[in-house]
């Protein structure tokens, strides 16, 4: 079964940033605010992507109650390379840590497809 995209659209150009990184993966993002995130049934292989720098407390909380969910979502939380604090703490907390520059990467590996697939024109 294809796993699913899910993007937590706490910021305009991080949620437009986002789909594009998902449409050139061929993958269908769907954006979700974070009180729809907390009361999403989740399925099996689901993936949530969320920019962690964003309010970071509420973003950790976010990761720390979807890693309690059944089934667990994977969660790709989106940080700049400087905030080792951030990161430390996202990686305890069970998530995937994707740096801006590497998110088309990351994502791949999380959803199980190839990051080889064509790019838009130039």
């Known amino acids: 079964m294809p796993r699913r995209l899910f993007v937590v659209e706490d910021d305009l ?3 437009q940033r986002a789909r594009a990184a998902a449409l050139r993966l061929g993958v269908a993002a769907v954006g979700l605010t974070r009180a729809d995130a907390l009361a999403h049934v989740w399925e099996a292989g689901d993936v949530v992507l969320l920019q962690a720098t964003l309010r970071p407390e509420q973003q950790l909380d976010l990761v720390q ?4 969910r059944q089934p667990t979502p994977r969660v790709v939380a989106v940080t700049g390379h400087l905030e080792t604090g951030l990161r430390q703490r996202l990686k305890a907390a069970g998530a995937t840590l994707a740096a801006h520059s590497a998110i088309d990467r990351v994502l791949a590996r999380a959803l199980g497809v190839s990051d080889d697939a064509p790019r ?3």
């Open 13 to 15: 150009m991080f949620a």
């Open 65 to 68: 109650q979807l890693r309690r």
């Open 120 to 122: 838009g024109p130039g």
